[in-house]
């Protein structure tokens, strides 16, 4: 029990130092149970709805549910009812990945391509605790099939299709550990090593591991779409007609998939306060923050997102898998947890779960009143001089200025306050942008700085109307081995659309020269051949939010 202890308190300090009021009182508010009724009273017996349980160290405070889990039997949903908990699986997943590191059946620090030798070698070592914290790299998974025009929740994904597909990735999308960029591919990997480390299949692995010991009784992986599981609520997205169906129709998982109850979740989250499982060991990898090349910390964990909320101590995670929410979290000093499941896609799981934590935490936890910045009085012939389209150096991502009513507008951002004669804030935020002196007669080169992180450049560049002649400079075909699909593209009343098998249509919209919006694929940038980039084009790339620059080769 001393040793315990003693792993506890290294735990704690891994945790942002907050100046917190004391715990708890040992009752919650008088009105709880009224004032969470109010939250969820939109869900009702024509509706989907979810299920609720707050605890405070091993006291059930709350335990309810509201809306229906079944709309077509008349099935009401209750505190037992098993619904997808989304990425909240992700914690689950590291925490295999710890127990065999404890087991020395791996190390976290090991090159994943020791156990996945099909993983091209990218000349830098990536490690499984790169994947554990999204410092991988790697492309996700789902987003490269959803350029080829299978997204998920169109086809019943395998693991076998994962690994495939991460197979085929010519490269990452940075150096591992150089930023923080959410994808689910290393969490569906980490279940693939589990399963060949340990000899036994991830969910029985789980089962016998995590499950059973902690007595999570109705808590499952979706390894099997098909299975029957009895008392689990469908899950449904709504819309103009009403609500529909939607359901995770794939077996991958161990990025998500996980079918459980907000009991059990409340037992799970206690085992990481208490380290009945694992132990001290345990608990402190679980909790130890990533670390990128730089020296800066993240505020992820091993599938936990750690760092303050409203001035209190926060352990937590929110999942989202087709038309299920999840919401998990833990607040240390307060001994407090709120676990949440809903069954219908419409929910914000983190705006809803920390409604439910706000009233258990009281006066404990206080938002942040942050300042507006004192503002800078500019002419407004300068601040109109800034207006226009600018790039991000990097990434190449368009981003805009507008100036009307005597005010600067970044598209997107919002409103910008001037604090100086050269530089602008996003409101009470650290995001800040500063206007270099620009050339005679031109706009200025922007550099946007936000707290630690690094500074983002952005290089004015002059709108692109293209015309016929120059839009047919990009008509072709374009083949991704990344992706395996080809995009033929053509000009059809002057614009530029992109066909895909059997029936995709895509519109290209204009935003600077050879960069354009494409809806399904994001932005798309074209290539050309020649050192300064003025002859034909040869390449074009896709940039989305967990892929960059997946390159299409030009083969006619």
Avoid at 12 to 39: E, I
Avoid at 122 to 139: A, C, D, F, Q
Avoid at 141 to 163: D, E, F, L
Wanted: glycine share 10%.
């Amino acid at each position: 029990m001393k040793n315990l202890r003693v792993g506890l308190a290294r735990i704690l300090l891994v945790l942002p130092a907050l100046a917190v009021p004391a715990a708890l009182a040992g009752q919650a508010p008088a009105d709880a149970v009224q004032r969470v009724d109010r939250l969820f009273e939109r869900w009702t017996k024509q509706t989907p709805g979810c299920a609720v349980a707050v605890a405070q160290g091993t006291k059930t405070l709350l335990s309810r549910a509201w809306g229906m889990a079944d709309l077509e039997h008349d099935i009401a949903n209750t505190p037992g009812t098993i619904f997808e908990s989304g990425s909240v699986a992700k914690q689950f997943t590291s925490a295999a990945i710890v127990l065999l590191s404890l087991d020395g059946k791996l190390a976290l620090e090991d090159d994943v391509r020791k156990y996945l030798p099909e993983l091209p070698a990218y000349g830098r070592t990536l490690t499984i605790r790169h994947m554990m914290t999204h410092t991988s790299g790697l492309r996700d998974w789902g987003s490269v099939a959803g350029i080829a025009g299978w997204p998920r929740g169109q086809r019943a994904h395998t693991h076998a299709h994962v690994i495939d597909i991460v197979s085929r990735q010519r490269a990452l999308n940075f150096t591992p550990g150089y930023e923080y960029s959410y994808s689910n591919t290393g969490y569906n990997l980490l279940a693939v090593i589990v399963s060949r480390v340990s000899g036994t299949s991830f969910a029985e692995f789980s089962r016998r591991r995590l499950f059973e010991p902690l007595g999570m009784k109705d808590t499952q992986w979706r390894d099997d779409f098909t299975r029957i599981v009895r008392g689990r609520a469908q899950a449904y997205s709504g819309g103009q007609n009403g609500f529909s169906i939607d359901m995770p129709f794939e077996y991958v998982h161990g990025n998500g998939g996980l079918l459980t109850t907000v009991g059990d979740l409340l037992i799970w989250t206690r085992n990481l306060e208490t380290g009945q499982v694992g132990g001290p060991a345990f608990l402190e990898a679980m909790h130890r923050v990533g670390v990128l090349n730089d020296g800066r910390k993240i505020s992820y964990a091993s599938g936990l997102m750690i760092g303050p909320y409203n001035g209190v101590r926060e352990v937590s995670h929110t999942g989202s898998t087709a038309g299920y929410r999840a919401f998990l979290a833990r607040y240390p000093d307060q001994q407090l947890s709120v676990a949440l499941l809903c069954n219908v896609g419409s929910v914000n799981p983190g705006q809803l779960g920390h409604q439910v934590a706000d009233i258990y935490l009281g006066n404990a936890a206080r938002p942040a009143r942050p300042q507006p910045p004192q503002p800078f009085s500019v002419p407004a012939d300068r601040l109109a001089a800034r207006a226009g389209l600018y790039r991000e150096t990097g990434s190449g991502e368009p981003f805009r200025l507008v100036f009307a009513d005597g005010a600067l507008r970044a598209q997107p951002g919002g409103a910008l306050t001037p604090v100086s004669a050269d530089a602008a804030q996003f409101g009470a935020t650290a995001r800040r942008l500063t206007f270099e002196t620009p050339a005679a007669g031109g706009r200025p080169r922007i550099r946007e700085s936000n707290g630690d992180a690094p500074v983002v450049v952005y290089d004015p560049v002059p709108e692109f109307t293209p015309t016929a002649e120059e839009l047919a400079a990009y008509a072709g075909e374009y083949h991704s081995p990344d992706a395996e699909t080809t995009l033929v593209l053509s000009v059809e009343n002057g614009q530029l659309i992109a066909f895909r098998r059997p029936d995709t249509r895509i519109r290209f919209t204009p935003v600077y020269r050879d960069a354009f919006e494409a809806q399904q694929l994001g932005l798309v940038r074209f290539y050309r051949a020649g050192l300064a980039g003025g002859g034909g084009v040869t390449q074009m790339s896709v940039r989305q939010a967990r892929v960059y620059d997946l390159r299409f080769d030009r083969v006619r």
